[in-house]
């Protein structure tokens, strides 16, 4: 249950930083570094989530 829990704590994280850089995308102002950061966060949130879901199905089979 631990697992679902994180699973679904880095989804509610995904869809922050989703919102985060698409707030930064609308906004002319905001520093190309900035963009860059949060597509890496959310990128890694991402790849944490397949991660995630790729163990809890090797686990069940």
Do not use: F, G, P
Request: aromatic share 0%; net charge negative; hydrophobic share 45%.
């Amino acid at each position: 249950m631990a697992m679902q829990a994180h699973l679904v704590e880095l989804e509610r994280k995904h869809k922050i930083l989703e919102n985060e850089l698409h707030e930064a995308l609308v906004h002319l102002s905001t520093d190309d570094l900035r963009i860059v950061e949060l597509k890496r966060r959310k990128l890694m949130v991402k790849d944490e989530i397949e991660r995630l879901k790729q163990a809890a199905n090797e686990t069940v089979h």
